[in-house]
C-alpha cells in the first residue's frame, strides 16, 4: 500500500475570512469612534434624570449642546458664572477722615509733626500694628494717612487725643470715619404706573425704602433713578447708588433680597458699576 505524502490542497473558498486582532487601549483612546461610544448619560455629569430629559426634548442636539444647556438652567458650573463688579473703589482705606471746624483744623496742622509723633505714641501704647504717617487738612477735615487700615480702637485712640490737644474746641471736632465707596444696585418687580395713573417717581422710592428694614443701614449716595425697562413694557428698573465699603459688604447683603411695595414684590439685583471718578461719602460735596 503506497502511502500519499503529498498534502490534499486548501480550499480557500471554505474557510471564513480572518479576523483582524483587537486594537490596544491606547489606540482605541485616540480614536473618535471609541470616545463617543459611552453612553450619553456616562458622558455627563449632575442630574443624568434632568440631561436625559432634556435630550428627549431636543433630540436633534449635539451632547454637548445638551450639557450646557443643563449647567446654565440648575447652575452646576459656578466657576463659569459671571460676576458682578458693584462697587466703584473710592480713596484708599488707609486714612482717618477728622472733620472739625475750619479753627481747629488750622490749629492743628501748624504743628502736624508733633500731633503725628504722639499719635504714634499713643498707638504704641495700645500694640497697635497701625502708624501715621502724616496729616494733611481739606476743607475744614483732617486726613490722617496711616500704614494699614486701622481699628475702631485706633480710630477711638485718636479722636480722644485730637480732643484732649490744646487750643482744641473738642465740641467743634465729629466722630472719625474711614472713607467708603460707592456700590451699585438695580430693583425689579415694580410697575412703571402707580394706582394713581401716573408713573412711579423716585420721592415714593425714597419714602418706600426709608420704610423697609432692609435699608436700615444703608445711606444712599444719589436720588434713585426710575426708568422702563423696554418702552412696551410696564414695569420699572429703579437704579439705586449706597455708601459702601471697598468690599462691596451692604451690597452683597442685599443682592437677590425681596421686599413688598403695596401688593407688588420687588427684587433687589446686582448690577455693573458706573464707569466716573470715585468718590467717598465723606468728602464728597
Known amino acids: 500500500m503506497k502511502v500519499n505524502n503529498k498534502t490534499n490542497p486548501v480550499n480557500i473558498s471554505r474557510i471564513s475570512p480572518l479576523i483582524s486582532p483587537r486594537p490596544s487601549t491606547?489606540?482605541?483612546?485616540?480614536?473618535?469612534?471609541?470616545?463617543?461610544?459611552?453612553s450619553f448619560a456616562q458622558a455627563t455629569k449632575g442630574n443624568t434624570e434632568d440631561?436625559?430629559?432634556?435630550?428627549?426634548?431636543?433630540?436633534?442636539?449635539?451632547?454637548?449642546?445638551?450639557?450646557?444647556?443643563?449647567n446654565i438652567a440648575y447652575n452646576t458650573n459656578q466657576?463659569?458664572?459671571?460676576?458682578?463688579?458693584?462697587?466703584?473703589?473710592?480713596?484708599?482705606?488707609?486714612?482717618?477722615?477728622?472733620?472739625?471746624?475750619?479753627?481747629?483744623?488750622?490749629?492743628?496742622?501748624?504743628?502736624?509733626?508733633?500731633?503725628?509723633?504722639?499719635?504714634?505714641?499713643?498707638?504704641?501704647?495700645?500694640?497697635?500694628?497701625?502708624?501715621?504717617?502724616?496729616?494733611?487738612?481739606?476743607?475744614?477735615?483732617?486726613?490722617?494717612?496711616?500704614?494699614?487700615?486701622?481699628?475702631?480702637?485706633?480710630?477711638?485712640?485718636?479722636?480722644?487725643?485730637?480732643?484732649?490737644?490744646?487750643?482744641?474746641?473738642?465740641?467743634?471736632?465729629?466722630?472719625l470715619r474711614l472713607p467708603q465707596s460707592k456700590s451699585y444696585l438695580k430693583i425689579l418687580g415694580i410697575p412703571y404706573i402707580t394706582n394713581n395713573g401716573t408713573p412711579i417717581s423716585h420721592n415714593q422710592v425714597e419714602e418706600v425704602i426709608k420704610r423697609i428694614h432692609l435699608f436700615n443701614d444703608i445711606t444712599l449716595s444719589s436720588c434713585p433713578r426710575v426708568i422702563k425697562a423696554s418702552p412696551k413694557s410696564d414695569m420699572a428698573v429703579i437704579w439705586i447708588?449706597?455708601?459702601?465699603?471697598?468690599?462691596?459688604t451692604k451690597a452683597k447683603s442685599l443682592v437677590n433680597r425681596c421686599f413688598n411695595i403695596g401688593q407688588h414684590i420687588a427684587t433687589i439685583c446686582g448690577t455693573n458699576m458706573n464707569p466716573g471718578v470715585p468718590q467717598c461719602k465723606n468728602c464728597w460735596k
Open 241 to 248: 447708588d449706597i455708601w459702601d465699603s471697598q468690599n462691596g
Open 79 to 175: 466657576k463659569s458664572c459671571l460676576k458682578l463688579n458693584m462697587t466703584t473703589k473710592g480713596p484708599s482705606r488707609k486714612q482717618i477722615i477728622i472733620p472739625m471746624s475750619q479753627d481747629n483744623s488750622n490749629i492743628i496742622i501748624t504743628c502736624a509733626d508733633e500731633h503725628i509723633f504722639n499719635i504714634n505714641r499713643f498707638l504704641k501704647s495700645i500694640k497697635s500694628d497701625v502708624t501715621a504717617n502724616f496729616l494733611c487738612s481739606d476743607n475744614r477735615d483732617i486726613i490722617v494717612t496711616t500704614n494699614q487700615i486701622a481699628s475702631s480702637s485706633d480710630m477711638s485712640i485718636i479722636e480722644k487725643y485730637i480732643k484732649e490737644s490744646d487750643n482744641i474746641n473738642p465740641n467743634d471736632i465729629l466722630s
Open 26 to 38: 491606547s489606540v482605541l483612546a485616540k480614536s473618535k469612534h471609541h470616545r463617543n461610544t459611552r
Open 51 to 70: 440631561i436625559l430629559k432634556l435630550k428627549e426634548a431636543f433630540p436633534k442636539l449635539s451632547t454637548k449642546k445638551i450639557i450646557e444647556m443643563h
